[in-house]
């Protein structure tokens, strides 16, 4: 049996499905969602294996006109994740007017000309077909106008599953004969820590506005096992985690009156933790003010946002 494998760069604005859409493909949370844009802030591999395909879908941070340090980081990283995959699939929601965002994204696949091209059009759940079709149109010139023309052209509904299984076939049909790339047990090649972080760093920026969601970092101190006393008991974790964020003003917010939303917070990410760990969870939650982290290089390599 022939096998095949591809690395497939999931690009777009922030807020257009992107990680919905790359958990659903996969059939697990590999990644958090959220209404507030840039919420993805690495390149997160969710990996999808079967016996003759195995696809490797990169999401990647929304791109988006930066203004600190962090901002153009994941610009970097969103542009960077488009180099040397198999196949580019740039989301576009159909209830979204196509802006100039859109049109330098497209010039950036051009870029790209040996990588396989798609254009996912999401959300179509949210309009009604007329809409589908004129906005379809306007995905066509928008290749055209960047100068290449899409492979294919796929509208979805991620949250719904719609069109999510031919996608996927649509994937494996274009993937080149390869070796697996990662072990088939995988959905995920994030580290327990980073998954740790990124669940309490969901939970934390659930109900707050403005800038506060894009001031949250999360930092796991520490991660261990108890001992169990039989070997039937179910694993119990200790972890200890900092949210880190810019203002006073910030950390009374998370915190809430008289410590409730962080208690909410806690019971939150608690249940997704337990879920991923299959055991049961002590996580106590510690809140840091780090001035200006987002500003800062340092901050952004010790919280894990630079890796190099």
Not at 147 to 158: H, K, R, Y
Not at 173 to 202: C, G, H, N, V
């Amino acid at each position: 049996m022939v096998h095949k494998s591809a690395f497939i760069a999931i690009v777009g604005r922030p807020n257009v499905g992107k990680s919905t859409l790359v958990n659903s493909l996969v059939g697990s949370k590999v990644a958090i969602t959220s209404r507030h844009p840039n919420t993805t802030r690495t390149a997160i591999r969710g990996i999808i294996s079967r016996k003759d395909v195995q696809l490797v879908l990169v999401d990647t941070p929304g791109v988006h006109k930066p203004k600190t340090a962090l901002g153009q980081r994941l610009n970097d990283v969103a542009q960077e994740s488009m180099e040397s995959v198999d196949i580019v699939a740039l989301c576009i929601p159909a209830n979204e007017e196509i802006g100039s965002g859109d049109h330098f994204i497209a010039q950036e696949i051009a870029r790209h000309r040996n990588a396989k091209k798609f254009l996912l059009l999401t959300k179509i759940d949210a309009v009604d077909k007329n809409s589908v079709l004129a906005r379809l149109n306007q995905v066509n010139e928008l290749a055209t106008t960047a100068g290449f023309s899409w492979d294919e052209i796929v509208p979805l509904a991620a949250k719904k599953g719609e069109q999510v299984g031919t996608l996927l076939e649509l994937f494996a049909k274009y993937a080149p004969e390869s070796p697996a790339f990662f072990p088939d047990d995988m959905a995920s090649d994030q580290s327990t820590e980073m998954l740790l972080s990124e669940y309490i760093r969901e939970a934390a920026i659930a109900d707050v506005f403005h800038e506060v969601p894009h001031s949250i970092a999360v930092v796991i101190d520490e991660l261990s096992e108890r001992e169990k006393r039989k070997p039937s008991d179910r694993p119990f974790f200790d972890i200890h985690a900092t949210i880190h964020v810019e203002r006073d003003s910030q950390k009374a917010i998370i915190i809430g009156e008289k410590g409730e939303r962080l208690k909410k917070v806690g019971m939150t990410a608690r249940a997704e933790i337990e879920k991923l760990l299959q055991g049961k969870v002590f996580l106590g939650l510690h809140i840091r003010v780090s001035p200006d982290w987002q500003r800062d290089p340092k901050a952004l390599r010790r919280f894990g946002l630079i890796t190099e």
